[in-house]
């Protein structure tokens, strides 16, 4: 890993160069820690049909994975921001694998969703210092960040394959093998960002006389309240697009896990394109943009007949995926003097929140059909559309 530049300037964001490898080594562990948060969504179908539970208890399961996460991440967001805890992000790695390794071993519900809440706790550990690293490793750059952003999107789409692989052979009991990633992972990034000096240096002070620039807490609002929108929808889409699938296309588990590898595969190579974009024309353009396209995606997954449904799953992740590295850097230049807490909101209670709506979503599946409670997201992207409007592009604020 090498040094960076404290400071990045408009025509730095937008210069293609080489990636600096730390970006890569950071993504890797960005994908291994999210393929647990991707897993939760893929244990469901294994749980649902073996212990028999119905739309509450899965909905609950996913509650889990989100509420303890979306109160604490925040706080390890205000720690980053005062001191420097690259600790943290191996920490947060070994623990988000130990509640996953952990969740099937006992049949007691409580045990299960205490041990999926403890992975919750280490995914919101890792986020907020592996941002600010990343940040300071790419140097503002809008391609190196949606690199970082695309390795958790990596993650949750392998979450389903290792999860079906895994299970598949040892039964909802296997669960402890999926720990091996994440002590894996976690002692190689932890070798490495010891030999980092940079990665353990305190932010340096404004020089004197230098104005600070001032937080944008308005436009970072309502950013939060659209990163909210969206969540709601992928983690509804990630606690039931699995079911959906099996019923309509009337089959067993193997389709389910192929919908949620589609959503999650396509939507890694969303977020590459919106750093892509995002070189080309400012990042609220290209967000608002994707918003108003995910409208008529959405609406594809549950109008399309039987196999089609693919097209609409498809096109709805990359319309989802591609503002995805584009609000973080976002809500890191809205509040400039606090990467860590925007980074805290913008990859953890902003998004955490989204798996509150489930119940919501299993309530109105138990009482109407899953279709139905699957349709009435559509209505998400449309308040996310109209909400960018009132965005306006920050100026990219210090990588450190």
């Known amino acids: 890993m090498t040094s960076s530049p404290a400071t990045v300037s408009p025509a730095d964001v937008a210069r293609p160069r080489r990636t600096d490898p730390a970006v890569w080594l950071l993504s890797a562990g960005h994908a291994v820690d999210d393929l647990y948060q991707g897993a939760v969504p893929a244990l469901i179908p294994f749980f649902v049909a ?29 720690l980053t921001d005062r001191h420097r805890a690259p600790w943290l992000v191996p920490l947060g790695l070994t623990v988000a694998g130990a509640g996953i390794g952990l969740s099937g071993l006992s049949q007691h519900y409580w045990l299960t969703w205490l041990a ?13 210092e592996s941002a600010r690293l990343a940040r300071v490793a790419a140097r503002g750059s809008h391609v190196g960040m949606s690199l970082f952003s695309m390795g958790g999107n990596v993650g949750f789409a392998l979450g389903p394959v290792i999860v079906g692989l895994v299970l598949g052979a040892l039964g ?18 932890m070798l490495a960002l010891r030999r980092a000096p940079w990665a353990h240096e305190q932010r340096p002070a404004a020089p004197a006389g230098e104005p600070s620039v001032a937080s944008d807490w308005r436009g970072f609002t309502q950013l939060t309240v659209v990163i909210v929108g969206r969540s709601v929808v992928t983690f509804g889409l990630g606690t039931f697009l699995a079911l959906l699938a099996e019923q309509r296309l009337h089959t067993g588990t193997a389709v389910g896990e192929a919908a949620l590898i589609t959503f999650y595969g396509v939507g890694a190579l969303g977020t590459l394109l919106g750093g892509r974009l995002a070189s080309r024309w400012s990042r609220v353009r290209v967000v608002r943009v994707a918003y108003a396209l995910a409208i008529p995606s959405l609406a594809a997954i549950w109008l399309l007949p039987g196999p089609a449904m693919f097209a609409g799953i498809a096109a709805t992740a990359l319309t989802l995926y591609v503002p995805f590295s584009l609000q973080v850097t976002l809500g ?12 805290g909101v913008t ?26 409670a699957v349709a009435t997201l559509t209505v998400i992207p449309l308040v996310c559309a109209l909400i960018t409007l009132r965005l306006r592009e920050p100026a990219p604020a210090s990588a450190s």
Do not use: E, K, M, N
């Open 332 to 343: 890191q230049d809205y509040l400039p003097g606090r990467v860590g807490t925007a980074s």
């Open 50 to 78: 073996a212990r028999h539970w119905d739309y509450a208890a899965a909905s609950g399961i996913t509650v889990a994975a989100t509420v303890l996460s979306s109160v604490v991440q925040p706080l390890f967001g205000l």
């Open 172 to 189: 909802t009991t296997g669960t402890l093998p999926l720990l091996g990633p994440a002590l894996a992972c976690g002692l190689i990034t």
């Open 116 to 128: 999926v809440a403890l992975s919750g706790i280490g995914v919101a550990a890792y986020h907020p």
């Open 347 to 372: 990859l953890g209670l902003a998004v955490s929140l989204g798996g509150v709506a489930s119940p919501l979503l299993a309530l109105i599946a138990d009482h109407t059909t899953l279709r139905t």
